[in-house]
């Protein structure tokens, strides 16, 4: 059964796609209407499969209220669900918010109610996505408070305390659980890495950032942030401890793949054996160990991040203010989850991060060495 709340100030106007979806015998649904000004508690008490939102009240007078927009941020932000926009104007929506593929808009007219059915129908898979997610959630979230409670229980005798314990601990273990595979052999998508946008209110290490004015499908706008997460925190009363961020800049994935010697010969993308060789080379040389001399690969995610490299010789600092997710000079795109951030840290390390020596004498200290291995034997390896 599906839970369908319209919201409407004129429950008339949707009673006929009301009748009509009750007239249907291969499924069924459970309807409820709720007016604007109590469509928070009714979300709250009913749980909507979806939403068919109306966004303007007072829709037949001379000037209507957009009061369906309020509705559909507190929906989008509290109680997310698929949405049908069902409205005179739903072009309103276009202006305040993007596409989603969980969001379909009908217009109020003639065949209407067929077409919210027909949105409807076109929402199940996502409205099984969202039961299927809430459910493993729920889930762990109650075997992760099945277990940390006993602790908090042992190390609090405050009640407040302990219940603040239990939150912490129990989303700290639900998040590790989260991280198990689903089913044996389960594999990441590559652009699974990316926290987008980003969770946290402070900078972090691997955060992506794009010059606010560049072109998101130029890699060059683009760059990552080096500097430890724990200098950066600037919530909770604290303090950044730098005022400027260590970034690397960023170039597009085929020069990385230019200046690491690594762009197939011409013909070899079309060619099967020569085109596997290549595939088996890239895997383990640059995208199983995460990164390949001063360059870490970041995957493609549509209309947010080219496919590009990270150069980690291309270095410059950017001041901390500059940094926001948007009205700055530069905007957090993305955060990397864990281990990938490691993975960013390691890679610094690993190719930026050598203490500078003096030249010195190799084939002297060589020689020095190859008569230490041929001892009194007088040969090497014999």
Wanted: charged share 25%.
């Amino acid at each position: 059964m599906l839970k369908l709340l319209f919201i409407e100030d004129q429950p008339e106007a949707v009673q006929p796609v009301i009748n009509s979806l009750k007239r249907k015998t291969e499924c069924d649904y459970a309807c409820e209407i709720a007016g604007f000004n109590d469509a928070e508690t009714v979300i709250d008490s009913f749980v909507p499969d979806v939403v068919i939102l109306d966004l303007l009240e007072n829709g037949g007078s001379a000037e209507p209220k957009t009061t369906g927009l309020a509705t559909y941020d507190q929906i989008w932000n509290t109680r997310f669900c698929p949405i049908v926009v069902y409205s005179a104007r739903p072009d309103i929506l276009s202006e305040a918010h993007d596409e989603h593929p969980f969001v379909k808009i009908v217009q109020k007219g003639k065949d209407s109610e067929v077409k919210v059915e027909k949105s409807i129908n076109e929402l199940r898979p996502q409205i099984e996505a969202i039961r299927d997610a809430e459910t493993r959630i729920r889930r762990e979230f109650a075997v992760a408070l099945r277990d940390v409670a006993p602790d908090a229980f042992r190390m609090f005798t405050d009640a407040a305390q302990r219940n603040d314990a239990i939150l912490r601990s129990g989303r700290r273990r639900l998040a590790a659980c989260m991280d198990t595979p689903l089913k044996p052999g389960e594999q990441l998508a590559s652009w699974e890495l990316y926290l987008c946008p980003p969770i946290s209110g402070d900078i972090q290490l691997g955060d992506i950032l794009r010059q606010s004015d560049g072109p998101v499908d130029d890699a060059c706008s683009f760059c990552v942030v080096l500097t430890p997460s724990c200098d950066l925190v600037a919530s909770g009363g604290r303090k950044p401890k730098v005022k400027n961020v260590l970034v690397s800049g960023c170039c597009s994935l085929p020069d990385a793949l230019t200046r690491l010697q690594m762009v197939p010969k011409k013909g070899t993308l079309t060619n099967g054996e020569k085109l596997e060789a290549f595939k088996k080379q890239l895997r383990q040389a640059v995208l199983t160990p995460g990164y390949c001399k001063p360059f870490i690969p970041f995957p493609y995610l549509e209309k947010r991040i080219p496919a590009m490299a990270a150069d980690l010789r291309h270095l410059k600092f950017i001041p901390i203010g500059d940094i926001a997710r948007s009205g700055k000079a530069f905007d957090r795109i993305a955060s990397i989850d864990s281990p990938f951030r490691e993975l960013v840290s390691w890679a610094y390390l690993h190719t930026a991060c050598r203490p500078g020596l003096p030249d010195r004498d190799f084939d002297s200290w060589c020689d020095d060495i190859i008569d230490l291995l041929r001892g009194d034997n007088g040969a090497v390896g014999q």
